[in-house]
């Protein structure tokens, strides 16, 4: 059952209703040099095999559709089938990037509310909705800073601060900006250590990049001493909105002191994840980061609505894409909105807090340790499973994947880095305490078996259509693509 | 409350369980200060019926016109399997694939899309996608850059004939990395660029050269012999292509005596709609020794406990969650579906399925070009070997042929002249296995009618 | 070949382990004389897409209006998730569950389904669906027929309350079976059926009456004092409800003394977009004690052999694939995809939601009914209790009011003057939920107009 | 993982995205003997719970987009996506079932080229689309022979004739209409026995019913003969379209002598089965039976398109539905036959009959009994598997089962009855060679295990969410519906 399509490919085979019909069209005065000699070598297979192959290939996967996810840091939440029914209306399929505004209103009408929305909830003044997923609002927002120090001639700044926890964008995209990553501390309680904090900053600091509630799970309580600090300094607060979901409509990183900040929409905004993508970034900004946005954004004018690009802005960080970022993902998130409303933004706060506090209550009832247990847990919260590793052997790793077996999948593991044998456990509020509850059972019955049975544990999953995977060998002896066997390379 | 399943017993069976009277006490580590007030810019919430209500009005306002854009995005027939079953939950509502035995379809489909993808190139590898092709191409940039350690001063080639949207998101993503991006000059006539041109901007060298194929204006750059001389040169040659059309015209891999090192472009013609510019997907392959340089996500085979084949992400010291700072990008989500979509694409279509529709669009836009010949007012600049784009000149300003155009439901082609100042009045034309005869002879008519003024 | 895997090099191999040389040889017992020649009437094969350009084209011909037409079909919201879900390939292409073991999906589907269903009608058991809600209702009359054995010369109590092509359909289907259906006179002031009425059309007696709720005309019949009135007389009461209004207004189970003995009707209501009228499918509920007289698939609840619970195709000898020319019905595939989505549909209101909805329905109705009051040469017969449906009258001829609605993109309702000339010019409106506010006044303001003679 | 979605209710759960919005809407002037009081017990979940329940539901499903399905007489074939999708454009899907003609003009339109299509594959002279399914065909066509008959005067037919091989549906049909049920017997190469049928021929015959190629996969090479003796008899000529698939385009039923015909769209067009339905059943007809054909039907008159119902019809038998039968079922149908053209209804027939061939050939060699061995396989044949269960005890039963852990669903089984432990096996032609392949092989396998374990057959299935069902119990202790536990009955 796990052929590739290549192995049920035969030469001739093919799905012949989806090719142009009448004769092979002829090709035009290309000169020879310009033609293909050999074909590709591809699939050859009927429509009806492709389908079968491929529906039964999305059979091996998890998904929110059928499993609760707890994966931290990544808001695992029911997506909408309205959005994506929205989102795949004739209308907004079939239009093109560059159609005129003639034959624009609709979509344009659309995203400049979302820009609204976004404003809104993030407490921010203005949004650019261009970034295609959460690093690449990061590099918008980073690019922005930059060029309001470059405009302002303060030349000399190099760094940024990122704090131990931060998610690997955060360093990287300071990197690709150009700027070097100055990493601080976090202290025992989940917040970041003012001292080293103090240290770090200077006049080489550009800016400093936070997440709030942090991927240790906890709300950073400093917040408006951290941002006072920065500013200070002379540097700006980026905002990685990653878990957005926390406080959405409670708290507003602009009223935290943020300068700038993205949003993953395919997070808090509940656009499918789609197996890694796509997603959508959106950067929201204070005012004196508005003339550095990425294009193009929507604007009102009396004629309707328009784009206004490099023309527009001068001093755009300029267009990260082709065309308008991901656009579909876009309209979904803005059908999510609608749906919501105001109220329900608020309620996604509450009732993602409520779940993961109730489920770090239940995971301590049954023996496992909080890693920050006199924290309030935000929307997802840290367990370290470094005492059972310690007693019987069996990691966090082992846990997680023996979690597979009773159809959960695993929490977000080994990282943050700064807690040993780590769960990053987010629950979201769209899964029920029965669920919650399941889940809590599997972990104590693994951890029962940690004490009986630990290679019951330390050899699972047992019921997923492969066992565990030797990553090794996968890096040691590359196999990257498909040769047939009967293949000379 | 949509989407939250909670009873009111619920929440108060679970607010007893944390020993908070109610949830916000669950805040209560937040400052009062930071509490956010009541949102004044976020509507009230709508069933279903009635945001499907609101976003189909507005959907039904922008259709209407028959499209002729191209310019980086094209209007292809996408098989009906295709959605069906991209969208199913399993693919659609997945995430990455980190917990590789949960995730064996997801695993499974990106090694099959990279096989099919570096075949199409004929080239070695493929990673798992980018966001689109423009930011695709400022990848392979900077990929090209970290392999060219002993250049100090890195200069890119970059010839005008590149989507110019593709050009200046090349110089947003790499321009704090303090490389810098050297346009190489147009050939009006021929719309291609020239050797000459090419020389002139390399001046003591470069780190790479863009060869866009075909490039912007549909043409058909020397990419043969303009590879060898950038090898010459000591450059690595980023091909920037249409993969539809690399199902018949020759691949980047077999460019010239060694083939070009990275290949990238955007994945659209394979299986997106239009949808307003996204989500589509970049791609890029490359040289088997270029590997470890390569940005973004990368599947490689293996095997488990059992000695039976599986899946995995690997090469995952290239990537931002475990080199942070030091990683070859910065990208983490990525295109997953629309790479999802791709694949069960390239597999109904075949290699002779896709040359087909090549083409088929070749062929159209070849009759539409040729229909157009001798309209009044109209020129039509370059050579004729062409995929399936091409340039119209006019005699009258483009802006009012193109309004004229679309007043009778054609949207024409794309206004040129702020980008190309140096083509006049120009537009850019697209022709796709889409447009029927039908379409095409009432586009001929209605530019004929506006442009010899009985319009 | 479209949909045919087989390569030249298949077919080869194929026909020599055959022992033919060729396909054609395959069928050579067949007599030369009885080949068919060339089609002639079918088209040349297109492809997907040039299938999809032409079936495009003629759906988006009949699109445009705002619709308040009803009479048994009706548009209601159906939530995305409806089809997503039922559309998957598991439950698409999936064959009639005979092999339970492979059909757990389905089958326990249709168990839940059967669960909803009887509890919406406040009953006992429920059948997995029959054809459309016309079709069960003769299978009802069958039904009821064969429980009343005793009775020699049936007769069945119609009243013209009925939706009208409920009733062709009925006789079309039990006429052969010599059942005399008894057509019951419609009492123009109310609208509904009168004691009287019934008692006149009973005569010596009847089988079974059938109680429609609401009627064709939106009105509430007296449910409770007919069912009684009709049980005295011995005669079963099959009856005929929409769903939906199930939720909010007095269901079968709960009518008279003991309730009804049959409820049927069509699920269109519950998750089955309009599509020209069809597939739907009719469901059909009753007292435990006629279960064995129930035509069409019933399933049951089991064990495996681990006593694990499961769930199967029961009392199939019921069946004609079992009983043949003595089945119940010779009913064999029925409507299980339409079931499939109205469970999910189902699933996702639960029983406040349907009732919202139906309230919604209702609601509106009554205030589109009330805004038209007081046009000019518009009259509104029978009492106010009503659903979701209303008749009008107008003093100029119904057909050319209708026509000039349509002309504004409204279609206003349906012209009964065929089906019930006693009503004179008159035409039946529905409305639901999904008509916005706006809709309404637009018709309001679009019949006055053409009432009062500005049209 | 199968609990009913009634026992992951709880009171007050709600999609509440699913109602409408505002406050609930009152209701005018209602008597209160007409309200509902108690609500009904419905599942109470929340979105996301209904989607993944169901979702999961669907998993435990074989279907032809996941598996092989040789189920002889129901041409389990692929069902075309772009089928399914022409049939769900906005347009198809929106449009009420009484719009005036005005806004028809594209529905009828389709479904006139479609009853010409249906005219031109069976030979015959006209074609009514209402039937919805192949069962509702039969009573259409045996109710247009009855009208036929009873518009002459020549009351005294009251039988119909069935060979014992028929379909269920066919005694039913003729009892549901009124007539009597004559069965006759079938000889031993599968053809009937002509003497019989003489025997039951005379001046009470209303038709005789038939199948063919019959339901024991091969071709009635008298047919001629059968329908000159029939209609000599004063009867006519009713034709079972179940396994048109075998002959499509190659042999039209009109030309073979038939009077009237069902077609199963849902076989031999390809329309999804649906878990059990919907299909459609369209009846074509000679010229004498016109009047009688069901309504409505399509008409083209000059002012387009249009319905013609009893008004035009006044023979007709009536109409069978509210409307129009399974339209949506009949668009998928006329979007399939415009993807095969001419020319690819013909290759139906022609690969189909290939397989079937190919694989009895291949299952002969495996060593299985086929049932007419003298005979060329129609597109299905039939083996029976009574040696088997006479040396091993291994039931026809238990080899179905048994298919079904290889991954291929089972062929019908026991059916038709006049062959002992039979499998009736249809692979169809959109099946390839590497599928029928893998069934023999599994076949093989599976006879192997009948003689060496035949416990592990016995039992089987093994791999399924469920084993074996215990049929008996399920009609003895009846269970149709879920009743919570706590719930007095
Ligand atoms: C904390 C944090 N920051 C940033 C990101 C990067 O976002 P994206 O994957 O959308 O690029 C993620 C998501 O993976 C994250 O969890
Ligand atoms: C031979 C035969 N006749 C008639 C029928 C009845 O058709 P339907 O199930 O569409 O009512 C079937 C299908 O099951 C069949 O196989």
Redesign the interface.
């Given at each position: 059952m796990s052929e590739l399509i290549f192995e049920r490919s035969k030469p001739g085979r093919q799905a012949r209703a989806q090719r142009p019909g009448g004769e092979e069209a002829p090709l035009h005065q290309i000169p020879e040099g310009f033609l293909r000699q050999t074909p590709p070598a591809m699939p050859e297979a009927s429509e009806m095999q492709v389908v079968r192959h491929y529906t039964n290939l999305s059979r091996k996967n998890f998904s929110i559709d059928t499993h609760f996810y707890p994966l931290g840091s990544c808001t695992m939440k029911y997506n909408p089938r309205g959005a994506h029914k929205a989102a795949s209306l004739p209308g907004f399929l079939q239009r093109h990037p560059l159609a005129p505004p003639s034959r624009s209103q609709g979509v344009l009408s659309c995203l400049y509310h979302l820009q609204e929305i976004i404003a809104d909830v993030t407490g921010m003044d203005g949004v650019s909705l261009a970034p295609m997923a959460g690093a690449q609002g990061e590099y918008a927002g980073i690019a922005m800073i930059r060029g309001y120090h470059l405009s302002r001639g303060d030349t000399g700044r190099n760094e940024v601060i990122v704090p131990v926890n931060a998610h690997g964008t955060n360093p990287a995209t300071a990197t690709m900006c150009g700027f070097k990553v100055v990493e601080i501390a976090v202290n025992k309680d989940g917040d970041v250590d003012l001292d080293a904090l103090d240290a770090a900053l200077g006049p080489k600091t550009a800016a400093l990049m936070l997440t709030n509630p942090s991927t240790c799970g906890v709300f950073e309580r400093n917040i408006r001493e951290i941002a006072d600090k920065v500013h200070a300094a002379g540097g700006l607060l980026y905002y990685d909105g990653a878990n957005l979901n926390a406080i959405l409509g409670k708290v507003r990183p602009g009223d935290m002191g943020f300068d700038v900040m993205h949003l993953n929409l395919h997070k808090t905004f509940a656009t499918p994840h789609g197996g890694g993508g796509p997603g959508a970034g959106p950067v929201a900004f204070v005012e004196r980061l508005r003339p550095f946005q990425p294009t193009p954004v929507v604007v009102k004018a009396e004629a309707g609505y328009r784009w206004a690009d490099k023309r527009d802005l001068p001093d755009s960080i300029g267009n990260l894409s082709a065309f308008m970022g991901n656009a579909g993902i876009l309209l979904r998130a803005y059908a999510y909105a609608l749906m919501l409303g105001r109220e329900g933004m608020v309620r996604v706060a509450e009732y993602a807090t409520l779940n993961a506090n109730y489920m770090a209550v239940k995971l301590k009832e049954a023996g496992f340790r909080l890693a920050y247990p006199n924290r309030r847990a935000s929307h997802e919260f840290i367990v370290t499973l470094a005492p059972e590793l310690k007693e019987t052997g069996v990691s966090a790793m082992d846990f997680a994947k023996r979690l597979l077996d009773f159809g959960f999948h695993a929490p977000t593991t080994y990282f943050p880095l700064l807690v040993p044998e780590c769960f990053l456990i987010e629950p979201t509020e769209t899964e029920s305490i029965d669920e919650i509850d399941g889940f809590v059972e599997a972990m104590k019955t693994i951890r029962e078996e940690a004490f009986t049975q630990p290679d019951r544990v330390k050899t699972a999953p047992h019921t997923t259509p492969v066992q565990r995977l030797d990553d090794v060998k996968a890096a040691r002896e590359l196999n990257l693509k498909y040769v047939p066997a009967d293949t000379a390379i | 409350?949509?989407?939250?399943?909670?009873?009111?017993?619920?929440?108060q069976?679970?607010?007893a369980?944390?020993?908070?009277a109610s949830?916000?006490e669950?805040?209560?580590?937040?400052?009062d200060?930071?509490?956010?007030g009541?949102?004044?810019?976020?509507?009230?919430?709508?069933?279903?019926?009635?945001?499907?209500?609101?976003?189909?009005?507005?959907?039904?306002?922008?259709?209407?016109?028959v499209?002729f854009?191209g310019?980086?995005?094209w209007?292809h027939?996408i098989?009906?399997?295709v959605?069906?079953?991209a969208?199913?939950?399993?693919?659609?509502?997945?995430?990455?694939?980190y917990?590789?035995?949960?995730?064996?379809?997801?695993l499974?489909?990106i090694?099959?899309y990279?096989?099919?993808m570096?075949?199409?190139m004929?080239m070695?590898?493929?990673n798992?996608?980018l966001?689109?092709?423009?930011?695709a191409l400022a990848e392979a940039v900077?990929m090209a850059v970290r392999s060219q350690r002993r250049i100090k001063d890195h200069r890119i080639l970059m010839p005008r004939t590149v989507?110019p949207?593709?050009r200046?998101?090349v110089?947003?993503?790499v321009e704090?990395?303090?490389i810098e991006v050297v346009e190489v000059a147009l050939d009006t006539d021929s719309l291609t660029t020239s050797r000459q041109a090419l020389e002139a901007a390399a001046g003591e060298g470069a780190t790479a050269l863009v060869l866009p194929f075909p490039n912007y204006f549909g043409k058909?750059e020397d990419?043969?012999a303009l590879t060898d001389w950038a090898h010459e040169q000591g450059m690595l040659v980023i091909a920037l292509v249409n993969p539809l059309a690399?199902?018949?015209?020759?691949?980047p891999g077999?460019w010239g005596e060694t083939g070009a090192d990275i290949a990238v472009g955007?994945g659209q013609p394979l299986g997106l709609?239009?949808?307003?510019?996204?989500?589509y997907?970049g791609f890029m392959v490359c040289r088997q020794s270029l590997?470890r340089q390569m940005p973004g996500?990368?599947?490689?085979?293996?095997?488990?406990?059992?000695g039976?084949?599986?899946?995995?992400l690997?090469?995952?010291a290239r990537?931002?969650?475990?080199?942070?700072?030091?990683?070859t990008?910065?990208?983490?989500?990525?295109?997953?579906?629309?790479v999802?979509a791709s694949?069960?694409h390239?597999?109904?279509?075949?290699?002779?399925?896709?040359?087909?529709?090549a083409?088929?669009c070749?062929?159209?836009a070849?009759s539409l070009r040729e229909s157009l010949r001798g309209i009044q007012g109209v020129s039509l600049p370059g050579s004729?070997?062409m995929f399936h784009e091409f340039v119209v000149q006019t005699d009258k300003p483009v802006a009012d042929v193109?309004?004229a155009l679309?007043a009778r439901d054609i949207?024409a082609g794309?206004d040129l002249t702020a980008d190309y100042p140096e083509l006049g009045q120009a537009m850019l034309v697209a022709v796709t296995?889409?447009r029927?005869p039908e379409q095409l002879a009432a586009y001929t008519e209605a530019l004929k009618a506006v442009m010899e003024g009985q319009a």
């Open positions: - | 409350m949509p989407f939250i399943p909670h009873t009111d017993e619920d929440r069976l679970m607010e369980a944390c020993g908070v949830i916000e669950l805040f209560d580590e937040i400052p200060n930071l509490k956010a009541e949102l004044t810019r976020v509507p009230e919430g709508l069933s279903e019926m009635a945001m499907l209500q609101k976003m189909q009005a507005a959907a039904e306002q922008d259709r209407g016109a499209c854009l310019g980086g995005a209007e027939h098989p009906s399997a959605w069906d079953i969208a199913r939950g399993e693919f659609m509502t997945a995430y990455t694939p917990q590789a035995e949960a995730s064996q379809g997801t499974q489909l090694y099959e990279q096989t099919m570096a075949n199409l004929a070695d590898v493929s798992a996608s966001y689109d092709g423009a930011s900077l989507n949207r593709y200046s998101a110089r947003a993503l704090p990395q303090e058909l990419v043969q690399m199902s018949a015209l020759v691949p077999e955007d709609p239009l949808s307003s510019g996204g989500p997907y590997v996500r990368i599947i490689g085979q293996t095997v488990d406990g059992e039976k084949r599986g899946f995995t690997t090469l995952q990537e931002q969650h475990i080199r942070r700072g030091k990683a990008s910065n990208i983490c989500t990525n295109q997953g579906l629309a999802t694949t069960i390239m597999s109904l279509l075949g290699a002779e399925g896709l040359a087909r529709v083409r088929q070749h062929h159209n070849w004729d070997a193109l309004a679309d949207l794309i296995e889409t029927t």
